[in-house]
Nanobody, 114 residues
Framework: QVQLVESGGGLVQAGGSLRLSCAFS????????MGWYRQAPGKQRELVAR???????NYVDSVKGRFTMSRDNARKTVYLQMNSLKPEDTAVYYC????????WGQGTQVTVSS
């Protein structure tokens, strides 16, 4: 059973940075497509960043140039480095592992104050 545990959220002022981590366990890390999603109050969950099967990373337009997704295969961990944060980035951020089934972490709150 895949388990995902996010960490690194918090409260930060606009313009600041945070790095989220997602620790993967329970299966073979490399065969899952990993991604980060977020859900703001009253809004639907949206894709933030995701690795593609071709080795690229897709980002939602609103975070391009500010967020960077990376992975450490030895640690079975994916990261989301978030720079130049804006109040509209405030949301619960979820790690996702996808293959035949979508697995989700419990989420970590990111709050950006203006």
């Amino acid at each position: 059973q895949v388990q995902l545990v996010e960490s690194g959220g918090g409260l930060v002022q606009a313009g600041g940075s945070l790095r989220l981590s997602c620790a993967f366990s329970g299966s073979i890390f490399s065969i899952y497509r990993m991604g980060w999603y977020r859900q703001a109050p009253g809004k639907q969950r949206e894709l933030v960043a995701r690795f593609t099967s071709g080795g690229m990373t897709n980002y939602v337009d609103s975070v391009k140039g500010r967020f960077t997704m990376s992975r450490d295969n030895a640690r079975k961990t994916v990261y989301l480095q978030m720079n130049s944060l804006k109040p509209e980035d405030t949301a619960v951020y979820y790690c996702n592992a996808a293959r035949d089934y979508n697995y989700w972490g419990q989420g970590t709150q990111v709050t950006v104050s203006s």
